[in-house]
């Protein structure tokens, strides 16, 4: 498979808990982003990635939410003390980082804080 | 930032029929607007894109028009199928991230 992957595909948990989500980009995709998407709503860009280096983090949501690639090859979003307004579909997607290019997503990840 | 409006916000056509969905963007500097179709309980798929170096692409039953000085950039669907049937997104970049429209509910009545 040389798509993106994301997991899990669903995550439940009990408010004030700190979940934490895996992407693996397509392999040699040295970007990776970030999105979360609530019901009805289009992506909402969190933070990239280009390699190793997180090059936007103003977006993050708050300072629960952090994100990590230490190797340049796969990422994972921590989100501490979830609050129930942080379920939503949270999507990565990887791209080359040469110029302008495509992006392709991953099947996101389906939080439910209850 | 960049600020993508989409419009319909819904759509219904019959099968067969063209379908039309409508983008403007704020940035002049956006110069990448990919198009993306999402299922429900899916992530959004690619199924166009164009540059801002080009006025119109097409794919088989899929075309993507821009208008660079208008700011707006168009995705057309001819001979629609029921799988067509889906939330559409347009985008916008200027390379490090892409800025996401609402969204386009799609219905095609067979």
């Known amino acids: 498979d040389t798509g993106v992957s994301q997991n899990p595909r669903h995550k439940i948990t009990k408010r004030g808990q700190n979940v934490t989500f895996r992407c693996d980009p397509i392999?040699?995709?040295?970007?990776l982003y970030w999105y979360r998407q609530t019901l009805g709503q289009g992506p909402e860009f969190l933070t990239y990635?280009?390699?190793?280096?997180?090059?936007?983090k103003s977006r993050l949501l708050s300072d629960r939410f952090s994100a990590e690639r230490p190797k340049g090859s796969f990422s994972t979003l921590e989100i501490q003390r979830t609050e129930q307004g942080d379920s939503a579909m949270y999507l990565c997607?990887?791209?080359?980082?040469?110029?302008?290019?495509?992006?392709?997503f991953g099947q996101g990840t389906r939080l439910t804080v209850v | 930032g960049e600020n993508v409006e989409q419009h319909p916000s819904t759509l219904s056509v019959q099968e067969g029929d063209s379908a039309v969905i409508k983008c403007t963007y704020s940035?002049?500097?956006?110069?990448?607007f990919p198009w993306y179709k999402q299922e429900l309980g899916k992530g959004p798929q690619l199924i166009i894109d164009?540059?801002?170096?080009?006025g119109e692409k097409k794919d088989q039953r899929i075309a993507v028009t821009l208008n660079k000085t208008a700011k707006h950039f168009s995705l057309h669907i001819t001979e629609t199928q029921p799988e067509d049937s889906a939330v559409y997104f347009c985008?916008?970049?200027?390379?490090?991230?892409?800025?996401f429209g609402t969204g386009t509910s799609l219905t095609v009545i067979p």
């Open positions: 997607a990887s791209s080359l980082a040469t110029g302008v290019t495509e992006a392709f």
């Open positions: 392999s040699e995709h040295n970007r």
């Open positions: 990635f280009q390699n190793e280096a997180q090059l936007e």
């Open positions: 940035d002049s500097a956006s110069n990448y």
């Open positions: 164009i540059r801002s170096n080009v």
């Open positions: 985008a916008a970049s200027m390379g490090n991230q892409f800025y």
